[in-house]
């Protein structure tokens, strides 16, 4: 059974950093592309950055240059570096995986997620 242990969510001020976390099990870690996506209150789900099966990282336009994602393929654990925070991040964030090949990542097209971590940005 796969499973995406998102953690590390929480409240800080716009401008502030928080770091997410994603244990996985349940498959192997290699064969697939994995990133995470987030969903406000109210939206839709929004892709935020994914890992291709060869190591590519893409990121949303929205989080480019503010967040950093990476993988240890030792732990089958990826992480979310969030920097610079802004209020519209405000969102549940998911880690999910998909298909290593084609365009599912670029395009964030998950097509398995566990249960996301809260991230509150004040202003």
């Known amino acids: 059974e796969v499973q995406l242990q998102a953690s590390g969510g929480g409240l800080v001020q716009a401008g502030g950093s928080l770091r997410l976390s994603c244990a996985a099990s349940g498959f192997i870690f290699d064969d697939y592309s994995i990133g995470w996506f987030r969903q406000a209150p109210g939206m839709e789900r929004e892709g935020v950055s994914c890992?291709?099966?060869?190591?590519?990282?893409y990121y949303a336009d929205s989080v480019t240059g503010r967040f950093t994602m990476s993988k240890d393929n030792a732990k089958g654990t990826v992480y979310l570096q969030m920097d610079n925070l802004k209020p519209e991040d405000t969102a549940v964030y998911h880690c999910a995986i998909t298909n290593p090949y084609g365009s599912n990542c670029p395009t964030f097209s998950f097509k398995s997620w566990g249960q996301g971590t809260l991230v509150t940005v004040s202003s």
């Open positions: 890992v291709s099966g060869i190591g590519d990282t």
